[in-house]
């Protein structure tokens, strides 16, 4: 099961904080990450984060975001700074263990100009 917060409506330029716990029978310390969803688009990647901590970022966030994740492994964070409109969305949490994909309920970002 996978729980997410920290979603909100933010001015632009402005930051936000999402997280994400993960509970239930997990094995090891899963792939983590977050993609969203605007209105009348398809769900997209946005970045995700590997046991070992490597990350990967869509184009259109590097340098403006930032997962991480505790030590347990099994929280995972998305820092959002300098938030554009385009930004806005359903933010899903996504978990991937023991090859069986899980998705959060979504958080909604809203972004205004």
């Known amino acids: 099961q996978l729980q997410a917060s920290g979603g909100g409506l933010v001015q632009a330029g402005g930051s936000l904080r999402l997280s994400c716990a993960a509970s239930?029978?997990?094995?090891?310390?899963?792939?983590m990450g977050w993609h969203r969803q605007a209105p009348g688009k398809q769900r997209e990647f946005v970045a995700r984060?590997?046991?070992?901590?490597?990350?990967n970022y869509a184009d259109s966030v590097k340098g403006r975001f930032t997962i991480s994740r505790d030590n347990d492994g099994n929280t995972v964070y998305l820092q959002m700074n300098s938030l554009k409109p385009e930004d806005t969305s359903v933010y899903y949490c996504?978990?991937?263990?023991?090859?069986?994909?899980?998705w959060g309920q979504g958080t909604q970002v809203t972004v205004s100009s």
């Open positions: 239930g029978s997990i094995f090891g310390i899963p792939v």
């Open positions: 984060i590997f046991s070992g901590g490597t990350t």
């Open positions: 996504n978990m991937v263990n023991k090859g069986l994909s899980y």
